[in-house]
């Protein structure tokens, strides 16, 4: 059965805090949670300017999902946020993210044949220029 999705703060045993969208589910007696584009939120304190801001990491960085599932017995606590500027941060770096993602996916070459090409034109440009 699941819940409705909710923005949550997380503390793991591991003692890693992570914020995410949030859906609790069970199945066969189990407690689990499923995560949606979990990151980590880190607390920046600039004392020159007696500011603070916040660095928001990907929780897994390498990971190419944005759905995780975690068993509830690697959970310490959990505590939902409701806090209007902490989700609209949250989203800024998920727009972020996404905008940076199309603009990599652009730059891929797809095939050797393909780099083989743009590499050759380059060298034919070169030594027009020489």
Same mark, same amino acid.
């Given at each position: ?8 703060? =997380?503390? &793991? @045993? *591991? +003692?890693?805090?992570?914020?995410? =969208?949030?859906? *609790? ?7 689990? %949670?499923?995560?949606? /584009?979990? @990151? ?6 600039? #004392? !020159?300017? +007696?500011? !603070? +801001?916040? $660095? @928001? ?11 995780? =599932? &975690?068993?509830?017995? $690697? @959970? &310490? ?7 209007? /500027?902490? =989700?609209?941060?949250?989203? #800024?770096?998920? /727009? !972020?993210?996404?905008?940076? /993602?199309? $603009?990599?996916? *652009? %730059?891929?070459? !797809? ?10 034109? &380059? ?6 220029? *020489?």
């Amino acid at each position: 059965m699941m819940e409705e999705d909710f923005y949550a703060t =997380i503390k &793991l @045993v *591991s +003692g890693e805090e992570i914020f995410s =969208i949030v859906c *609790s589910s069970e199945e066969d007696d189990e407690t689990f %949670l499923i995560l949606n /584009n979990p @990151v980590t939120i880190e607390v920046i304190v600039m #004392k !020159q300017i +007696g500011m !603070q +801001g916040y $660095k @928001v990491d990907p929780w897994l960085t390498f990971a190419d999902d944005d759905t995780f =599932i &975690l068993h509830m017995d $690697k @959970v &310490l606590t959990i505590s939902e946020v409701r806090d209007e /500027n902490t =989700i609209e941060m949250y989203h #800024k770096y998920l /727009n !972020q993210k996404d905008t940076k /993602n199309e $603009k990599e996916k *652009s %730059l891929h070459i !797809q095939t050797v044949t393909e780099a083989r090409k743009i590499f050759e034109k &380059l060298y034919k440009e070169d030594i027009k220029d *020489s």
